[in-house]
């Protein structure tokens, strides 16, 4: 069902609920927490044209439920937490992604601020109950909104020194764009998730990256250098040559957004000698 997410995301619900309704989670529907997680509801902004390949569901189970379960879905959900099963599309339903996932593991992943924790949170915040009598989301939601008195600011500055390492590693673009491939991804997705993370306090999977982070003051100003980037990897060498020499601007603007916060920081001022300091 391409371009019409809003239609996916229903078809999805309606087979997550009827999935609800067969063995083994009809006896346990008042303990299962059924959620949808891709594509996002319609509100969230979006600048994509495109559906995902599947619809995401996650259910999410506390370790008592799990022992209820046949021995084929519970040894593998005790001993690693989760489980995926890939539905293929019929007639009347997309294909769907689902994850069996266990509820402590993930309330766990919340509390740190790497880039799955912060992918999570991001996740919770923009998920849609499907079925959750015991009202899970709510909870976690909310917990992914509360980050460690520190965890913003450790976020932040490490994305902001990998920005800074990658910008110093583009400059084979206009001649070379394969061996700037790396650099440029790094570059440009440290600072989208910067964007959202400075909007937001966390920031979406690589998927939904730079659509998300377009509407933000930091996306706002990135949005023709990215033009510029993507077209210099297309083969367009000034664009490549306008990225190149745009990057330090660019980083600069960023840095100007930034400094409203951590003015004082030695990681804003000078992210290469701080670096360097603290790897001796």
């Known amino acids: 069902m391409p371009g019409d997410p ?14 609800l309704l067969k063995a083994p989670w009809e006896p346990l529907t008042e303990r299962l927490s059924l959620i ?3 594509p996002p509801p319609a509100e969230v902004e979006s600048t994509l044209t495109s559906d995902p390949p599947a619809a995401t569901l996650w259910l999410l189970l506390d370790r008592p439920t799990m022992s209820a379960l046949p021995d084929a879905l519970k ?5 690693t937490g989760v489980v995926i099963e890939r539905h293929a599309a019929t007639v009347t339903t997309p294909p769907i992604e689902l994850a069996i996932r266990g509820l402590e ?23 849609t109950p499907v079925a959750d009598r015991l009202r899970r989301l709510e909870t976690l939601a909310s917990q992914a909104r509360l980050l460690p008195p520190d965890g913003l ?16 590693a583009l400059w084979p673009l206009p001649a ?3 061996h700037a ?10 600072l989208l998730r910067l964007a959202c993370l400075m909007d937001e306090g966390a920031y979406p999977p690589a998927d939904r990256l730079r659509s998300e982070a377009a509407p933000t003051r930091i996306g706002m100003r ?11 990897f297309a083969g367009d060498a000034a664009a490549a040559r306008r990225a190149v020499n745009a990057s330090e601007q660019v980083l600069e603007e960023v840095r100007l957004i930034l400094r409203e916060r951590y003015a004082d920081r030695a990681w804003l001022r000078d992210p290469a000698g701080y670096e360097l300091r603290t790897r001796r």
């Open 105 to 127: 593991g993930i309330e766990r992943q919340i509390e740190g601020t790497g880039r799955r924790e912060m992918e999570l949170r991001w996740t919770l915040v923009h998920a």
């Open 222 to 232: 990135l949005d023709a250098w990215l033009n510029d980037l993507s077209a210099g």
């Open 6 to 19: 809003d239609e996916l995301r229903d078809r999805a619900q309606e087979w997550g609920r009827a999935l």
């Open 75 to 79: 040894q593998p959900l005790l001993e």
């Open 176 to 178: 070379e764009p394969a």
């Open 153 to 168: 600011e450790r976020a932040v500055r490490n994305l902001w020194l990998e920005a800074h390492a990658a910008a110093r």
């Open 36 to 38: 949808l997680v891709a």
């Open 181 to 190: 491939l790396t650099a440029g991804g790094e570059l440009a997705g440290s």
